[in-house]
């Protein structure tokens, strides 16, 4: 695939295997919007937490207090103050592969991100970017997943048919909160 141009995610995963996006008409003015975004809690998105729950077999996933960005695994390595931030990490695509924390996983930077890495890790890159039109705002989250190699995109393609559906629902879940909590401040 790809990119559409001047987008942040488009420097961090140029070209990818995997994609999925989701979009949602705010009613309420972009700075509202992206204060939002920040402001939402893991406590806000019940399903998400369930989800979460079952994919961690059960075992409780973070504090409900938690702000849902600083709880994706995948970190924010860049924004685009009130328009666009960008969360992406590396990961690997087999449980063998030694490797440390989540944080450790997460880029430092979108250079990070595009080093020439061994086959069986993944790219991953989720943006949300946000359009002002006529007093409301489109806000829209894209994922992008690249492999490293074919061995690495075989096993990813058996997790995507697995977690893609749950996934959307996340996606649409986090919109329809930061909606709610924009077009309530409004």
Known sequence: MTPEAGRLIDRAVPRW??????????????????????????????????????????RSVNSPDRRMLDALPPGEVAR??????????????????????????RAASVAELTRPMPDGWVRIATDFRLDATDGSTLLSTETRVLATGPTARRRFRLYWLMIRGGSGLIRRELLRSVARRAERAR
């Open 17 to 58: 295997d995997f994609a999925e996006r989701h979009a949602r008409l705010v009613h309420a003015p972009a700075p509202l919007v992206w204060r939002a975004l920040g402001e939402v809690r893991v406590s806000d998105l019940p399903l998400t937490r369930a989800l979460m729950r079952v994919r961690k077999l059960g």
């Open 80 to 105: 685009a103050e009130g328009r666009e931030l960008l969360l992406a990490m590396v990961a690997p695509t087999s449980l063998r592969t030694q490797v440390g924390s989540l944080d450790e996983l």
